[in-house]
């Protein structure tokens, strides 16, 4: 069977609401998106809208947001005279898993996914499972789902309940500080699992995918490092924990389960939804390697940021060892991008002739190709999520030239939508080493046509030859037509499945070509 190959467009949905209302002269919401921007999508092939941040934050979470310093100079730093009326909870710190009246509400949001059904185009929204914002009701009315201790320490807070105060963790990665305006959720224990994988049904009645934050943080092992100093069972009597937690048992704490759910969170709860949304799609935040694990357990698709990484540090050797080395299924199951809400913009980093060739080898590869709201403009400001304001920045038209340019040409190929397979460069002659800075994908749809991506990563000219493999290549003549450089020439079958295409690409060069029987 052939697998899809996603095109995602991530938009920043409070902000982007804002500025649609701006050039408008009036409100805006979900419900009232205007019919240009869903053609939009749908002339540049988009598939998938990613509405990031449409779920409800709330007082206690905006509070922390305003609070932290680093974030006040980060919030003046990009958007020069902001106001506290410019600034909100995180949209990954959750107060309610509803979309707030200010966005359009629980309407507005089933109207716009209506909207986007009807132009061929698909919802995602947020999951966040590690943890809750500070304003999720559950904090009161729910303590024993989240981590805790029987006494203040680091990383906790002080929460009243309908059962007693108790000391709450904080949300948080093993790597870094706590996050302030958020409560962790505990996944040793089978009612919190329970909880969430009912939360997630939930979404998955409202939108056709979820991406999953940080997702890596619920497995098993990860969870029990992390949190292995919090009790997550009774200890020993006459420890002098025991007194603590017997002191605290009168405010109605409960230590975890000391003997676990035993089974991942993630192949339960995503195998609870795809029976009864079996299309229903996993986008997994992940890293540290942990991909394919994730994968294993049901993901469809998870984050490749080593291939980011690599490309943002400009190592085309890397890059090809990266992709020829992934299982042809996990790269398939790669979402590959140059930036996110997590990430600088590739404008801020990369030059044009190093975007043109970036954009071109994530939109041309197996998997889910990934873009990003501002990121067709060229934008260069990496915005704070608790932002509601972003700040004018100009639109550079070459960069608008480049997206415009790829996007529109690849509609008329295979490529995301056929097979898709990486190929092998061949060295174009003894003592050329840079092969090593080609990627090469070969797509079919409708044989025996074909479709060939080449990228030279490198910022010097480089040769190789392509060992194009469809089936019947020897049996004919080619004609191929460049169609990023709109020329065309013909081939000798029996050489090509002999010794391969031979490509000379300049430095930063792309090539597009359609093959079809001369």
């Not at 934050?57 to 509070?63: F, I, K, T, V, Y």
Request: net charge neutral.
């Amino acid at each position: 069977m052939t697998r899809t190959h996603p095109l995602l467009y991530e938009i920043n949905t409070r902000c982007w609401l804002r500025r649609l209302a701006e050039e408008r002269g009036g409100p805006v919401t979900l419900a009232s998106v205007p019919p240009a921007q869903f053609e939009q999508w749908r002339r540049l092939g988009f598939t998938h809208i990613w509405l990031m941040g449409a779920w409800t934050s709330g007082p206690r979470a905006r509070q922390q947001a305003l609070a932290q310093p680093r974030q006040r100079r980060l919030y003046g730093e990009v958007l020069p005279g902001w106001q506290a009326g410019d600034v909100a909870g995180s949209p990954y710190a959750i107060g309610d898993y509803r979309v707030p009246a200010a966005l359009g509400g629980e309407a507005g949001l089933a109207e716009f996914r209506n909207t986007l059904q009807a132009y061929g185009l698909k919802l995602l929204l947020d999951f966040v499972p590690n943890h809750l914002g500070l304003d999720h009701p559950w904090l009161t009315e729910r303590p024993d789902l989240f981590v805790q201790s029987p006494k203040p320490r680091p990383g906790t807070f002080r929460q009243e309940t309908t059962r007693g105060p108790r000391w709450l963790a904080h949300g948080k990665d093993p790597h870094f500080l706590p996050w302030t305006d958020t409560v962790q959720l505990d996944y040793r224990r089978p009612d919190t699992r329970a909880a969430m994988t009912g939360l997630l049904e939930s979404i998955a009645c409202r939108c056709d995918g979820a991406r999953c934050d940080m997702a890596m943080l619920l497995l098993e092992d990860v969870f029990s490092r992390t949190w292995e100093q919090f009790p997550a069972a009774d200890p020993a009597p006459g420890s002098e924990f025991w007194a603590d937690a017997n002191a605290a048992r009168g405010a109605g704490f409960q230590p975890a389960n000391p003997r676990g759910p035993g089974s991942e969170f993630w192949a339960d709860a995503i195998a609870a939804v795809k029976r009864t949304s079996p299309d229903f799609l996993f986008l997994a935040e992940a890293y540290w390697g942990l991909e394919p694990r994730l994968q294993a357990l049901g993901f469809d698709y998870t984050y490749d940021k080593l291939l980011y990484d690599q490309v943002i540090a400009r190592d085309a050797a890397g890059a090809q060892r990266h992709l020829l080395g992934s299982p042809p299924q996990g790269l398939a199951a790669g979402a590959h991008f140059l930036e996110n809400h997590d990430e600088p913009r590739a404008a801020s980093l990369l030059s044009l002739p190093e975007q043109g060739a970036a954009a071109f080898l994530i939109l041309g590869l197996p998997g889910m190709r990934f873009l990003h709201q501002g990121q067709l403009s060229g934008a260069r400001i990496h915005l704070p999520v608790q932002l509601l304001r972003c700040p004018a920045e100009p639109k550079q038209p070459a960069i608008q030239a480049l997206y415009e340019r790829l996007l529109t040409t690849l509609l008329a190929t295979s490529v995301g939508r056929g097979q898709g397979e990486l190929l092998p460069p061949r060295a174009a002659w003894p003592d050329n080493p840079t092969a090593q800075n080609f990627v090469l994908a070969q797509w079919q749809a409708q044989p025996p046509e074909f479709d060939l991506v080449a990228v030279n990563l490198a910022p010097h000219p480089s040769q190789c030859y392509a060992p194009l493999n469809p089936p019947g290549l020897a049996a004919r003549q080619w004609r191929l037509d460049d169609l990023l450089a709109r020329q065309h020439f013909l081939r000798d079958g029996p050489d090509l499945h002999r010794r391969g295409l031979y490509l000379d690409l300049p430095a930063h060069g792309t090539s597009l070509l359609h093959a079809q029987p001369a």
